[in-house]
């Protein structure tokens, strides 16, 4: 019997721990109630209610309202964009129209001023000359047109022909080229070619054609050169002394000597306008203040 009434009091306690539980905490809420230290909770405050005037859309804002993404863009429009700062210096990107505008010039003046040749410079411009593959090509081909033109007729065709003409215009040339050096000398002129710098076919021209009469003096300027006319009439006058009787006389001298002209104006033209080629020297200006090379 005492067995059964122990496990009915325990069953007891089981189904009322429960209660008991759920009593303290009602009395612990009224508890709360009662007591004037402890505040109620208060209710969320409302918020504030704006003026009609704070809640209406502002008219410049009204097409941001629409669903149109068209007509969304509309208030900027006829906006003008904001000036720019003309202060602010343009970025290294940037474009500047203005800097575009000014152009270089297209040729820039590259004249030096001009010294005077030494005589070892002399020197050494003679023997190159007497020598040069421009030398043994105008003797070449002068001696293959005299070949052509069967002139003089005496010396005949084939090689052994050829061998002769081209040996007597070789000669010319070593007259020319040495009596040239020794009057240039005297003369103080300097008979190298010298590119002219200016602009334009028809002033380029005219400067070649006159530096085949020309040369420079110590002071940089251009006269007549004597000493190149001088050569020329030399070698035309001294060439005749291995010619035959057919072609000796002052007439083919004459000839002789015309050719060589035009020969040397031909090649003025080609340093000119092909100075790379033919290895001219770049333009030169006036010195007066050079000193004179005795």
Known sequence: MAT???????????????????????????SRKSDPAVPPP?????MPMLPASARSVPDSLQAFSTDDPDQATQPFADSAPPPANQDQAPSPGQNNTANRSVKPPA???SARPYVPQTQSERARYYVKHMFSPESIFRA???????????????????GLGYGRRFASSYGNHIVQATTMYGLSAVFHEDNRYFASGETGFG????????SSFQSLHDDGTRHFSYSRMAS??????ISRLWQPSTTRGV????????????????????????????????????NSNAPANH
Not at 4 to 30: E, F, H, V, Y
Not at 42 to 46: G, I, L, R, S, T
Not at 232 to 237: D, T
Request: proline share 7%; glycine share 10%; aromatic share 8%.
């Open 4 to 30: 059964g009434a122990g496990l009915r009091i325990k069953w007891l306690a089981r189904m009322l721990a429960p209660l008991s539980i759920a009593s303290c905490l009602i009395a612990q809420t009224d």
């Open 140 to 158: 070449a081909a002068g001696a293959g047109i005299n070949q052509a033109l069967n002139t003089p007729s005496e010396w005949g065709q084939g």
């Open 232 to 237: 020329y009439i030399a070698a035309a006058l």
């Open 42 to 46: 208060q209710p969320a405050a409302a």
């Open 251 to 286: 007439m083919h001298a004459a000839s002789a000597f015309g050719v060589s002209v035009g020969a040397e104006t031909g090649f003025n033209v080609a340093r000119e306008f092909l100075p790379k080629i033919f290895h001219s020297l770049p333009p030169v200006k006036s």
């Open 203 to 210: 002033p380029r021209l005219k400067y070649a054609i006159g």
């Open 107 to 109: 040729i820039f003046n």
